[in-house]
């Protein structure tokens, strides 16, 4: 997905090969790396368009805004820029250029085929994933549910507790996400086997929704762990950077309770609906960060992939 190739530009393998790069041009010709920070501080304190494209965020309560009101008046006084500059075109309904560019680039860049990265490691990490929703498609909630299912049971048990990997789980974000769906492992003393126990979640969901429909309580008890995780306490902190992840992405109130109405009607018939949409994941990929010797053993047991030496 274009969110996931940014994210991997940004923190991933590639970022690192990016600041090795950036420090040995630092180291042997700064007066470049000089020029290109100086285009970015330009870039993002243009005088017509910064103002435009800031955002302050302050949590507080009512008396706590109040006091401080004078203070951020004055601080955004200071700011460069012309309150009255251009406008940045609206990103809501105009694709940012960066996924723009990301598009373009993902065919050569990031294809879609089975990586391992080659560390000093004794342990694996494994990860696979998918498409479940194409883009414009509509992910219900029930779709948190299910996975939450998944990640505190199945890949949890086999996984973790049958195959000894510090942490086993599934990521899937049916309100805000991309449609994607990821299988992880963490320090995993296994590779291949791994692999099966991912490629056999949908068989596993497909029985497991046979015993949700003949066990409403056991249907119930996953349905309250995924509102738990919804209506968890929150510090102030965590309120105020919720208002703003909502504020940005426009999430209205009747989304919200949208969203919690499909939560709490989900039943059996949802989880068959997921592991069908599992077994026919679209774009699937492996990407695995272990040893030369893990993978040998892996490429045996007829998971191949296509290595590249990080460190």
């Given at each position: 997905s274009v969110p996931g190739f940014l994210n991997e530009k940004m923190g991933g393998i590639s970022y690192l090969k990016s600041?090795?790069?950036?420090?040995?041009?630092?180291?042997?010709?700064?007066d470049s790396v000089l020029t290109?920070?100086?285009?970015?501080?330009?870039?993002?304190?243009?005088?017509?368009?910064?103002?435009?494209?800031?955002?302050?965020?302050?949590?507080?309560?009512?008396?706590?805004?109040?006091?401080?009101?004078?203070?951020?008046?004055?601080?955004?006084?200071?700011?460069?820029?012309?309150?009255?500059?251009?406008?940045?075109?609206?990103?809501?309904n105009i694709e940012h250029p960066w996924a723009t560019r990301a598009k373009a680039d993902m065919p050569n860049l990031a294809p879609l085929k089975d990586e391992g990265f080659v560390v000093?490691?004794?342990?694996?990490?494994?990860?696979?994933?998918?498409?479940?929703?194409?883009?414009?498609?509509?992910?219900?909630?029930?779709?948190?549910?299910?996975?939450?299912?998944?990640?505190?049971?199945?890949?949890w048990d086999h996984v973790r507790v049958i195959g000894g990997a510090y942490?086993?789980?599934?990521?899937?974000?049916?309100?805000?996400?991309?449609?994607?769906?990821?299988?992880l492992s963490y320090r995993d003393p296994n590779l291949d086997k791994t692999l099966d126990v991912y490629d056999a979640t949908s068989d596993a969901l497909l029985e497991a929704a046979e015993e949700l429909e003949k066990n409403p309580d056991a249907l119930a008890?996953?349905?309250?762990?995924?509102?738990?995780?919804?209506?968890?306490?929150?510090?102030?902190?965590?309120?105020g950077a919720t208002a703003l992840n909502r504020w940005i992405s426009r999430e209205t109130p009747e989304r919200r309770q949208q969203f919690?109405?499909?939560?709490?009607?989900?039943?059996?018939?949802?989880?068959?609906?997921?592991?069908?949409?599992?077994?026919?994941?679209?774009?699937?990929?492996?990407a695995v960060v272990s040893s030369k010797a893990a993978f040998d053993a892996a490429a045996k047991a007829g998971k191949e992939m296509e290595l590249n030496q990080v460190v």
């Open positions: 600041v090795n790069q950036l420090l040995k041009d630092a180291e042997e010709d700064w290109r920070l100086k285009n970015i501080r330009k870039a993002i304190l243009n005088e017509s368009t910064c103002r435009d494209g800031m955002m302050l965020h302050i949590t507080g309560d009512k008396a706590v805004l109040e006091t401080v009101q004078p203070s951020v008046d004055e601080f955004l006084s200071s700011l460069p820029g012309d309150a009255n500059g251009s406008k940045l075109p609206d990103f809501y000093p490691t004794q342990v694996s990490y494994v990860g696979k994933g998918g498409q479940l929703y194409e883009q414009g498609e509509i992910v219900p909630g029930t779709g948190n549910v299910v996975s939450r299912f998944l990640r505190t049971g199945y890949l942490g086993g789980f599934c990521t899937f974000d049916a309100k805000g996400g991309d449609g994607v769906f990821t299988y008890t996953a349905i309250i762990g995924a509102v738990g995780d919804m209506d968890g306490a929150l510090s102030p902190d965590q309120k919690r109405d499909e939560v709490l009607n989900t039943k059996a018939s949802d989880f068959k609906d997921f592991a069908m949409r599992l077994k026919d994941m679209k774009k699937q990929s492996v």
